[in-house]
């Protein structure tokens, strides 16, 4: 017999009240929903400066204000900036899949914090806030999208509207996972569309664009390009982990 989603939903809220908060990195016991022990909290691997001006990859040494890396000077992406809160490592991939597989959901207001600090510039100057949408079967498997969760839970941090139907994504694909930059980049080519009733909030606007982690960037620049194509202003990329691989230097 199948669980009644909506007996299970109520059933985990009551869960929530009565069982004591954990931490969002450890089964440690919290005293408050939402919270990382300062031990662990300590080894996140956050991002700052300084970094690539336009894709926010870490620079080791202090770089001048407004340098790039070589990649952004050789073939500019269509995005204005990305920016991630913390490098995807052992101990953020933890938080990722508790958001994205489990629907753990205490700890959206804080990453909504660090993600609002990452990308404060981006934040400061957007018009609409966009999440990185799933295809409806994936949805409807999965119940929730975790980057319109974490859209939501930005829009509240920064005080921006979030239009969480933007971006439709029309072609299923097969998962990100396991695949080369260049198959992801093919994977996701004309995956991604604006609908008619969102092209009038979107012309025009500086959007920021959300979405859970930043791999090879294929898939945040193809929603870029989509938003651009619907005359968005200019768009920033934000999100919650990003994948920091060693540069390749060879030519
Ligand atoms: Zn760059």
Not at 16 to 21: G, N
Not at 144 to 155: E, K, R, T, Y
């Amino acid at each position: 017999m199948g669980t009644h989603p909506g007996r299970r939903s109520i059933l985990s809220r009551a869960a929530d009240l009565v069982w004591p908060p954990r931490s969002l990195l450890s089964d440690r016991i919290v005293d408050r929903p939402g919270v990382v022990e300062a031990d662990l909290w300590a080894q996140l691997a956050f991002l700052g400066q300084p970094c690539c001006a336009t894709c926010g990859f870490p620079f080791e040494t202090a770089v001048e204000d407004g340098s790039l890396c070589g990649a952004c000077a050789g073939e500019p992406p269509p995005y204005a900036s990305a920016r991630a809160a913390v490098a995807y490592d052992d101990l953020s991939r933890k938080l990722v899949l508790d958001l994205k597989r489990g629907g753990r959901r205490d700890g959206l207001p804080v990453f909504a914090g660090w993600m609002a600090r990452a990308g404060a510039h981006a934040l400061a100057e957007a018009d609409v806030i966009v999440p990185t949408p799933l295809h409806w079967t994936r949805l409807a498997a999965r119940r929730f999208n975790q980057s319109a969760w974490l859209a939501l839970a930005v829009g509240q941090a920064a005080g921006r509207p979030v239009l969480v139907d933007g971006l439709v994504r029309r072609k299923a694909g097969r998962s990100q996972g396991g695949l080369t930059g260049g198959q992801r980049r093919r994977n996701v080519q004309g995956a991604f569309a604006v609908p008619s009733g969102a092209r009038k909030r979107l012309a025009a606007r500086i959007v920021v664009l959300i979405d859970d982690v930043f791999t090879t960037g294929a898939t945040a620049e193809a929603c870029v390009r989509t938003l651009l194509r619907a005359k968005a202003a200019k768009v920033h990329v934000l999100t919650l982990a990003r994948v920091v691989r060693p540069v390749d230097v060879s030519i």
